[in-house]
């Protein structure tokens, strides 16, 4: 569970020489991303955002939503109004719902597309905060956000 892995990472970045990349194997959920790198971990890699995507399991700033759910079979809106990605920025939270619900092969590419789109941002997100000496800040949005939840249903 996380609170072990973070046990682990609170300990184990020291044991490891400064100058060389700390890699963590298969850590994906954004949580998990963000307490890694925050405990010094340099590049993780994991299948979530691509197995998420495919099973209708999508990450936003406000936490994960279920599009297999009815509640979007009617929702104009994206999946997250502030992405830029193709998923958001073309197609509503309705055409996606469908899509998944008709086994569309669409769906899983675009769902996927979408979770790394989002994975991505948090990466940069992270970098520059790191750069710019606000990570603890930073780190306080990103759990704000997250906590939110997700979009009240129409």
């Given at each position: 569970?996380?609170?072990?892995?973070?046990?682990?990472?609170?300990?184990?970045?020291?044991?490891?020489?400064?100058?060389?990349?700390?890699?963590l194997m298969g850590v994906g959920k954004p949580d998990d991303i963000v307490g890694a790198v925050k405990r010094g971990i340099d590049m993780m890699d994991c299948v979530l955002p691509s197995r998420s995507g495919r099973t209708g399991q999508v990450f936003t700033r406000n936490?994960?939503?279920?599009?297999?759910?009815?509640?979007?079979?009617?929702?104009?809106?994206?999946?997250?109004?502030?992405?830029?990605?193709?998923?958001?920025?073309?197609?509503?939270?309705?055409?996606?719902?469908?899509?998944?619900?008709?086994?569309?092969?669409?769906?899983?590419?675009?769902?996927?597309?979408?979770?790394?789109?989002?994975?991505?941002?948090?990466?940069?997100?992270?970098?520059?905060?790191?750069?710019?000496?606000?990570?603890?800040?930073?780190?306080?949005?990103?759990?704000?956000?997250?906590?939110?939840?997700?979009?009240?249903?129409?």
């Open positions: 569970g996380q609170e072990a892995m973070f046990g682990c990472l609170d300990f184990a970045p020291e044991q490891l020489p400064a100058d060389k990349p700390r890699y936490g994960v939503v279920n599009i297999k759910n009815a509640r979007h079979a009617d929702d104009p809106r994206p999946l997250d109004e502030a992405c830029t990605c193709p998923a958001c920025s073309k197609y509503s939270r309705a055409y996606l719902h469908h899509v998944f619900r008709s086994q569309e092969m669409i769906s899983g590419m675009l769902l996927t597309w979408h979770n790394l789109h989002y994975f991505q941002e948090i990466m940069q997100g992270m970098r520059d905060a790191i750069a710019a000496g606000t990570f603890a800040a930073w780190e306080a949005d990103f759990h704000a956000g997250r906590a939110q939840g997700d979009i009240e249903p129409l």
